[in-house]
Each structure stands twice: as C-alpha cells, then as structure tokens.
C-alpha cells in the first residue's frame, strides 16, 4: 500500500481507539505501530526489530528522566513545597497573572534544559495551582507546554536548533536573538492568552465554583500566606533550580574550558541531564525528608520504592509511543512527504515551514523534521542568496505544531497532568499550532526586512 495512505488510516483507527473507545494509550500505540508495518508491506522480522529499537532508543534517551525526574516532582508535591512555591507565585505576580508566570517560567526554563525534564519538574506546579485556584487544569498545561515548546524548538543553544543554523550557514548568536523575538510573542499569544480564554470556556458549575474560589482568595489573604509546616516557596525554587544549575554549568564549562580540565569533566557528568535530575532528586529527598516521612511514607526508601512503581504506565506509553514514531520513519513517510511537497512549487521559506511541521507530526520527533528539511531547503537558500536566519528559523517554528500521538510530548501532559487524551489536543495540539502559525508571521515580516536587518547574513 502507498506510504501515505497507510499513514492516514493508521492515524485514523488510532484516534478512533483512543478517543471513541477510550483504549489504553500504550496499546493502542502498539498495535498501531504493528498496522502501519503490515500495510506498509514491512517484512514482520524488521518490524519487531524497528518496535524493539524504537521502545530502547527512547528509553535511552529520557527513560530515565522520567523516572527520576517523576520522584523529583512527586516529592515537590507530596511534601507541600509545590503548594507553597503555588501560593508564592500568586503572591508575587498576582491571582490574575498566574497563567503568564507560568508561561514564562516555561519558556525561560526549556532555553538551557531538555523539554522532557523541563515539564516533568514544572508539572507539579500546574497541580498545586490548580488546587489554590479552582481554574482548569488544561489551561495551565497549554500555558506551560507552549512557552516550554516554543523555546525547546526555536531557540538555540537546544540541539535541534543549533544544528538548524549550523547547516543551513546561520550565525548562531543572530539566531538565538531572532530565535526569541519570533518565539515570545507566539507563547504570549497562543499560551498566556489562549490559556486564559481556555479557562473561560467553563461548564455552569465549573464557574460558579471558580468564581467563588477566585472572591475567597481575593478577599482571604490568609489562604496564601505560607504555611510553616511545609517547605517554603524559596526552599522549592531553590530544590527545582538545581538540576537547571548544573546543566547550565555543564554547557558554560565546556565553552570556556578545555575537555581535559577537571572542573570541566566534573561539570560534564553533573550536569548530564540524568544525572542533574538524580542529584536533584536525592538532595530532595535528604531536604524535604521530615515531611515525606512519616506522613507520606515509613522511610525515604520506600517512598522512592513507592512513587518509582507509579511510573510503569508512563515509560509504557512513552517507549510505545516512540515504537510507534519508528515505524513511521523506518517505513519512508518522510521520504514521501518530502517528494509530495517539493513536487508543488511552493515558495522555499513557505516549504520550509510547512515541510517541517508535516514531517513532525508524521513522524513525532522535531529533530528529525528539523534536520531533514535543513537538508533539502539548505542548498536551495545559498543558491536563492535568501537568509539563512528566517529560513531556518521558518524549519524551527515549523516543529513546533501538530503535536500529535506520534510525539512523546504529546503524553507528557496526559500522564502527569490527568488529562484525557481530548482534552491533552486542547492543551497542547491546538496551542502549539497557533504559536506555529504566529511565530512564522514574525518570521515572514523579518523576511520582509532582511536586507537592512543586522545578522541576516
């Protein structure tokens, strides 16, 4: 069968399982992955090589940053320091300004740390907030999601973008600039407002009840003082900050240090993101040990025990979500993408764009749609004498919509933050592809501007 129509049948009879008849993510993935092999006409032996491969390949990657990462979070959670940074935040940015706060939080985060770590240390926050506050959870996830997202796809020094501008000839400082300027506005726009129209859009009761919520707090100041038998707001945002410390360290270090130095290699296994969020999590536990224990579990040990079991369905739909992505790229869906799009004469910075995201959702990794479309544009911009900056910054923003079941991301929000998988579309396909479409406006009104703006070429 042709690639792409068992791509579109495919995705239909997932969405159809996983929203019609409610079946279990991890499975329905699977099954999928197996379908789209079998009508693809991929012998069955490289199929289960390419599932088998696809499951390592992403629990090589973050496998272990969820499962640290997770017990991180949880303890944040169930010792109170979540709940607390929560009442700090409304405290400082007021009531009605959580959801830019926590916008920004994400898009400033996600710069110097993997997205994955990134929401899994955040999403507590999205839960301890959504306690105080009464408003919808989804909206909180499309805030954080967005800024995280945006930065994690746009901005360098992330892999994806830096090896964008690498190849396509940008330079790099120029690009991080740009990078931001076409990023903020889109998280501003399609996370901050979008998630405040989101949480307008409530049931009778739901408002009612958020109403009421929102009067108390305004006019019960006592409801966010900081309560002493908890760790304070500091002590959270300090605990959070670490692992983002010495991943930051990590990337100055190998800048301004030579490879052999000691305090180079040093900071080079610290900073590793599974290691920073190790460390984080065992200075956590030993910090916040008086108020797991005995309230929340006999001994440190078995809380880890504990909360480490709870992440067996998440590392199940993450690693059957990337079988699933493997058999998308092993069956030559980009390469068909590719031929189909460059075979419509579309103008390159518009085929930049929309390959990319099609690519992305195609396939569920941004990476790889950044890298095969820098490879097919790249040659075409020197040849056009076109910018290297708005083109590439066009791929970027491309990867950042269309977040669908065939990205890991897209699971992140519907594991950690409870949402149903219509309701994690909401919060993260529908915003994501608005930021897309609005970071690639700015960049076509840079495009306009290109000759006479610094750093283009």
Request: charged share 10%; with cysteine.
């Amino acid at each position: 069968m042709n690639v792409l129509l068992a791509f579109v049948i495919t995705m239909v009879i997932l969405l159809v399982s996983l929203i019609v008849f409610k079946v279990s993510p991890g499975v329905s993935l699977f099954v999928c992955a197996v379908i789209m092999a079998v009508l693809c006409g991929m012998p069955l032996t490289e199929a289960t090589t390419t599932i088998t491969n696809g499951f390592g390949s992403i629990m090589s990657s973050i496998g272990l940053l969820i499962l640290f990462g997770g017990i991180f979070g949880m303890m944040l959670g169930d010792s109170g320091g979540m709940e607390e940074m929560a009442k700090g935040l409304l405290r400082t940015f007021g009531k009605k300004n959580d959801m830019l706060a926590l916008n920004l939080a994400g898009f400033i985060v996600s710069i110097p740390v993997y997205f994955g770590s990134a929401y899994i240390t955040l999403s507590p926050l999205v839960t301890s907030l959504q306690r105080l506050t009464k408003k919808k959870t989804m909206a909180y996830v499309a805030a954080l999601f967005t800024g995280l997202l945006l930065t994690h796809c746009v901005v360098a020094p992330t892999p994806g973008p830096l090896a964008v501008a690498g190849q396509i000839g940008a330079n790099v400082g120029w690009f991080i600039i740009y990078g931001i300027i076409v990023s903020l506005p889109a998280s501003l726009l399609c996370g901050w407002q979008y998630a405040n129209i989101l949480n307008r859009r409530l049931t009778s009761a739901e408002e009612a009840d958020a109403k009421a919520q929102a009067k108390e707090l305004l006019e019960n100041d006592e409801l966010l003082k900081a309560d002493p038998e908890k760790p304070s707001a500091g002590l959270t945002l300090g605990l959070i900050a670490l692992p983002i410390i010495l991943i930051i360290i990590k990337s100055v270090c190998s800048i301004v240090l030579p490879a052999d130095n000691m305090l180079n290699m040093i900071f080079t296994f610290a900073g590793d993101n599974n290691v920073a969020l190790f460390i984080a999590m065992m200075v956590s536990g030993i910090v916040l040990r008086k108020y797991l224990t005995p309230s929340v579990s006999p001994t440190l040990w078995n809380y880890i025990d504990k909360v480490s079991d709870s992440m067996g369905n998440i590392l199940m739909v993450i690693g059957c979500g990337n079988c699933f992505g493997a058999i998308l790229q092993a069956s030559g869906l980009g390469d068909a993408l590719v031929q189909l799009l460059s075979s419509m004469n579309i103008p390159v910075i518009f085929l930049a764009f929309v390959l990319a995201m099609i690519i992305r959702a195609a396939v569920g990794s941004a990476t790889v749609a950044m890298l095969t479309t820098v490879s097919i544009v790249g040659p075409m911009v020197t040849a056009m004498g076109m910018s290297p900056v708005t083109v590439g910054l066009a791929i970027c923003v491309g990867t950042v919509g269309l977040t669908l079941p065939t990205d890991a991301a897209f699971w992140l929000p519907a594991r950690y933050s409870n949402l149903t998988v219509k309701e994690a579309f909401v919060a993260t396909t529908y915003p994501t592809t608005l930021a897309s479409i609005t970071g690639f406006i700015v960049v076509l009104i840079l495009n306009m501007f290109c000759q006479t703006l610094p750093g283009m070429f």
